[in-house]
């Protein structure tokens, strides 16, 4: 994958933001696009042999819409200044994330925003054994990769039905539970990319089975 033309795509895109200019260069979208979605497809087979608990995604399955939904965000522009992706994914929730962006580039996982429903499971479970989810945030290694846990906004009292002093309330009062590691555009383009995104899946892999046994409980 020459993840350059990529960029270049994007940075190209991001200053011809109209769906014009996309219909004249269409082609060059669709080469990049696929040739994406074949590395996507390598890099499946790659974290499937690794995780024994992976659940296939292959790279059409994986890849977001680059078109915005004006439906909803109708100030955005009409295309995305990235490609995301997301791997071992049971639900577009709690996947491995791999954001590839003219501005930023990114490997998150985790559960951005989730429903309450989904986050009424989680606090359970860290009520019940937050002492392993804080093992995997403290861990030496896991925070030299993430730091700490990505700020959201969160509650300024105890969510209902815990106490102000339980033991776990800075991580009760959360409604975000994700990690990312930030890649420069060296990075990504260098050689050893593909070893660096598996190191990451690593690294994280506790962390986001942690959560995702939560959820399924």
């Given at each position: 994958m020459?993840?350059?033309?990529?960029?270049?795509?994007?940075?190209?895109l991001?200053?011809?933001?109209?769906?014009?200019?996309?219909?004249?260069?269409?082609?060059?979208?669709?080469?990049?696009?696929?040739?994406?979605?074949?590395?996507?497809?390598?890099?499946?087979?790659?974290?499937a042999?690794?995780?024994?608990?992976?659940?296939?995604t292959?790279?059409?399955?994986?890849i977001n819409?680059?078109?915005?939904?004006l439906?909803?965000?109708?100030?955005?522009p009409?295309?995305?200044?990235h490609?995301?992706?997301?791997?071992?994914q049971?639900?577009?929730?709690?996947?491995?994330?791999?954001?590839?962006?003219?501005?930023?580039?990114?490997?998150g996982?985790?559960?951005?925003?989730?429903?309450?429903?989904?986050?009424?499971?989680?606090?359970?479970?860290?009520?019940?054994n937050?002492?392993?989810?804080?093992?995997?945030?403290?861990?030496?290694?896991?925070?030299s990769?993430?730091?700490?846990m990505?700020?959201?906004?969160?509650?300024?009292?105890?969510?209902?039905?815990?106490s102000?002093?339980?033991?776990?309330?800075?991580?009760?009062?959360?409604?975000s539970?994700?990690?990312?590691?930030?890649?420069?555009?060296?990075?990504?383009?260098?050689?050893?990319?593909?070893?660096?995104?598996?190191?990451?899946?690593?690294?994280?892999?506790?962390?986001?089975?942690y959560?995702?046994?939560?959820?399924?409980?």
């Open positions: 020459d993840f350059k033309n990529l960029y270049q795509f994007l940075r190209k991001q200053k011809n933001n109209n769906k014009e200019w996309m219909d004249e260069h269409r082609g060059e979208y669709h080469t990049v696009r696929d040739s994406y979605i074949d590395w996507l497809n390598q890099m499946n087979i790659k974290l042999s690794i995780d024994p608990d992976y659940t296939p292959n790279g059409k399955k994986a819409r680059i078109n915005n939904n439906m909803f965000h109708p100030n955005k009409v295309y995305k200044d490609f995301g992706a997301g791997l071992d049971e639900s577009k929730q709690g996947d491995f994330y791999i954001h590839l962006g003219v501005n930023e580039s990114f490997i996982g985790g559960y951005w925003h989730p429903s309450s429903k989904i986050l009424k499971s989680i606090r359970a479970a860290i009520d019940y937050g002492e392993d989810l804080k093992k995997i945030l403290n861990k030496k290694s896991f925070k990769m993430f730091g700490e990505i700020i959201d906004d969160p509650l300024k009292t105890s969510p209902k039905g815990y102000q002093d339980h033991k776990h309330i800075d991580l009760l009062r959360r409604k539970f994700a990690v990312s590691c930030p890649l420069t555009q060296k990075e990504v383009m260098a050689s050893n990319f593909e070893e660096k995104v598996i190191a990451v899946y690593k690294e994280m892999l506790p962390f986001r089975r959560l995702n046994q939560a959820v399924t409980v």
